[in-house]
């Protein structure tokens, strides 16, 4: 039943900042799909091993978990451990990796890019540590697929997902498991659920926005099922292959609805959205938006609320273009606060040797060492733990946080869909011209350093940089780099802080406007790219 099939390779196979994202139609090309998974094959030798399996549900999502199957059946994988279905959140696979002590998990998802045959399709690619694996693998992975001549796939019947149970193909040992279960148990024995159901039967409301993504299931059952919500509580909680046409990406752009119900006189007391596999999320309050930043400098500061943490944290961290609100707290609280660069998996070594408990990004994305991923209805759990601690708002709880350690008026500015070469070249002229920025003044901002951003990994010594980073001495910073996560051209992300100590409630865009110019300026944007105002700012 395993044949061997000859291939030529796609040139374009090399993952990004979280495993490789690309058009669906790409992916759909022949071979394209099985040339990359032979090619991680090769590289890891997946003979006798264990992998979870699973994907947010995305259209083509059926079609790659079959071609998977069989391709590691035809490899020699051991066993199988795959999501009802074919579903499996990306939190809820780290975990299930930890758990079940596998090799590791292969989740078919592009994360918070749009889905469907026009969107985008993606693969992450997890080892025994339950993240995803190291630039160290991923070169090693892009240099396979460079050379690749062959596949190995069995010819089978497709398998039947929608049934709980075990079966084999050839030595391979299939086990279908509902993915929600262990996850709703690994989150028991981190939060209060007693505390969080006397929050519900008090009268307390909430909206979670799953955005016709994977964490509909996992939401219904822990809010409405678990912990008494309202039914209705949880919406758009199927699964579509093309989300509805949502963009699932929890932010003040593409889940607008929620933030103008949210800002209108139904909001309920919270809300939260979740994107496409579950490890992003949004957090609001009534008339209130939270930043990413700030939210993981809040759970940070009110850690003592949540069983798992209330005898304290080992540390936490945060990528560079995220804003320092953490740092200050993990300051007054005697904490080491780690710098990343972006990406989630420079947080694992950090988690594997203890040194973070916490850990979070300014693209939506907070999370705790209970896995290695990030997880959105974790960070939800947190923030009503808080609630229900402090019978506080969203709102009180944030003010409080500024109050005792500032405020940092933090945005991003988006300039996507830039030629390739367009944007490589701006990057590449702006670090060249970072050295005479030193100690210039532009108004009331005075240049302390610029230097691009390198990250020296305690851990395993291996160095990495990323992005570009102008310090003022007021505080102030502004970070570029390019997105790691597009399926196509380039996106130049452009990040700003401006911490306040005393001007608390001022409009963002009013006090991070100076910044704005600046970077316009310094980096040449409009010139350019012919853009003067971001496509995206959240
Ligand atoms: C991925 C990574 C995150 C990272 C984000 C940044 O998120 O896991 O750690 O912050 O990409 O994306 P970009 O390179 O576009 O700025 P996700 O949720 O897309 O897997």
Known sequence: MIKTVNTTPYSDQKMGTGGLRKKTQAVMQPNYFENFIQSIFNVIDPHGKTFVVGGDGRYFNDVAIQRFIKMAAANGVRKLIIGQNGFMSTPAGSNVILKRKTDGAFIFSASHNPGGLNGDFGVKYSNQTGGQVPTSVTDKIYAETQSISSYKICEAPDINLSEIGQIRLENTEIEIIDPVNDYVDMLKNIFDFDALRRLFASGFTMRFDAMNAVTGPYAIRIFEETLGAPKGTVTQAVPLPDFGGLHPDPNLIYAKHLVDFMFSDKATDFAAANDGDGDRNMILGRKFFVTPSDSLAILTDNCR??????????????????????????????????????????????????????????????????????????????????????????????????????????????????????????????????????????????????????????????????????????????????????????????????????????????????????????????????????????
Not at 347 to 371: A, K, P, Q, W, Y
Not at 393 to 398: D, L
Not at 401 to 423: C, H, I, P, Q
Request: hydrophobic share 35%; charged share 25%; net charge neutral.
């Open 305 to 538: 609320y949540v069983p798992a943490y209330k005898n304290g944290i080992s540390g936490v961290a945060k990528s560079a273009a995220t804003s320092t609100a953490v740092c200050r707290v993990a300051a007054a609280n005697k904490l080491p606060c780690y710098i990343v660069p972006t990406g989630w998996k420079y947080f694992v070594n950090l988690m594997d040797s203890g040194r973070i408990t916490l850990c979070g990004e300014e693209s939506f994305g907070t999370g705790s060492s209970h896995i290695r991923e990030k997880d959105g209805i974790w960070a939800v759990l947190f923030w009503l733990s808080i609630i229900a601690a402090t019978g506080k708002s969203v709102e009180e709880i944030t003010r409080e946080n500024w109050k005792k350690y500032g405020r940092s008026y933090y945005m991003r500015f988006d300039f996507e869909g830039l030629d390739t070469s367009v944007a490589d070249k701006l990057m590449a002229d702006l670090e060249n011209k970072l050295p005479s920025l030193k100690g210039q003044d532009f108004g009331s901002y005075k240049v302390s350093e610029a230097a691009p951003f390198i990250y020296h990994d305690p851990v395993d010594g291996s160095i990495t940089q990323n992005g570009l980073v102008i310090d003022f001495t007021n505080g102030s910073k502004i970070t570029f780099r390019l997105s790691g996560t597009g399926s196509s051209g380039a996106t130049l992300r452009v990040y700003l802080e401006r911490p306040e100590y005393h001007d608390l409630d001022n409009d963002t865009y009013d006090m991070v406007q100076d910044l704005l110019k600046i970077a316009m300026n310094v980096a040449e944007i409009p010139q350019r790219t012919g853009k003067t105002k971001a496509d995206v700012n959240t």
